[in-house]
């Protein structure tokens, strides 16, 4: 998925075919900014594109398109995160709404207990092993959903709380094999949420110590089978 367009690899003879978006053409991808590309347990093909989520139908190749509203603003239904909670729901994060996908009936619900608005639309969504949703924003700070209660829980920077969230500008969240909560941010460091303490253990970059963290702004977490997690600056 790129900037412009959608793309498949064929290994075999190493070149690409091209998937882009025609005015004229209801069954071409609804628009060419991919933001994810997700395979479901049943082989489907999903695409978040800055305008809606498509299908792609190998069988009549192309793509059945699911718009959450009918506006056709610039940006009312662009997907910035998803999520697959594996229990026949997509969790979709725009730039008006916290959005809940039934994939079977193909239609949005609006998770009104989600905050709307500036700073707010969420950036990046994971589910821990309780099924609770961690939704980072743009500017607004962290989020704790359990769907099956409707808590929501809202943690934000507060430069008079070392022990706070050190970033409001969330970019990357890893719920790691021990199920601990991981997340990072512009200019925030690296955040280990404690649970116990419902506060937050900073890992920061010190200049003076080659072994601390490289730099403050962290945009990717991922951790490998022995149990190390890499951290991208």
């Known amino acids: 998925g790129t900037r412009s367009g959608l793309n498949r690899l064929d290994p075999q003879t190493e070149k690409f075919r091209q998937f882009k978006t025609h005015p004229n053409d209801p069954g071409s991808i609804s628009n060419n900014?991919?933001?994810?590309?997700?395979?479901?347990k049943n082989g489907h093909v999903w695409i978040a594109s800055a305008d809606g989520?498509?299908?792609?139908?190998?069988?009549?190749?192309?793509?059945?398109?699911?718009?959450?509203?009918?506006?056709?603003?610039?940006?009312?239904?662009?997907?910035?995160?998803?999520?697959?909670?594996?229990?026949?729901?997509?969790?979709?994060?725009?730039?008006?709404?916290?959005?809940r996908f039934n994939k079977r009936a193909?239609?949005?619900?609006?998770?009104?207990?989600?905050?709307?608005?500036?700073?707010?639309?969420?950036?990046?969504?994971k589910k821990d092993k309780a099924g609770h949703l961690w939704i980072g924003s743009t500017e607004k700070g962290l989020f704790n959903l359990n769907p099956a209660s409707g808590t929501l829980k809202h943690y934000v920077h507060d430069r008079q709380e070392p022990s706070s969230i050190a970033s409001n500008l969330v970019r990357s969240i890893l719920i790691d094999n021990s199920n601990n909560v991981w997340i990072g941010g512009v200019n925030g460091n690296l955040n280990l949420f404690l649970p116990e303490r419902q506060s937050f253990q900073r890992f920061i970059n010190?200049?003076?110590?080659?072994?601390?963290?490289?730099?403050?702004?962290?945009?990717?977490?991922?951790?490998?089978?022995?149990?190390?997690?890499?951290?991208?600056t």
């Open 106 to 125: 193909g239609t949005f619900s609006n998770y009104s207990k989600y905050p709307s608005g500036t700073g707010h639309p969420a950036q990046i969504i």
């Open 33 to 40: 900014q991919i933001s994810a590309i997700h395979g479901d």
């Open 53 to 99: 989520l498509n299908l792609y139908q190998p069988e009549k190749d192309l793509f059945l398109r699911f718009y959450p509203t009918k506006s056709r603003k610039a940006g009312t239904n662009h997907i910035k995160s998803f999520l697959d909670d594996g229990t026949g729901y997509f969790w979709l994060g725009t730039n008006e709404a916290l959005l």
């Open 206 to 232: 010190e200049t003076s110590k080659p072994a601390s963290l490289s730099q403050r702004t962290v945009s990717a977490l991922f951790e490998v089978k022995q149990g190390n997690i890499w951290v991208g």
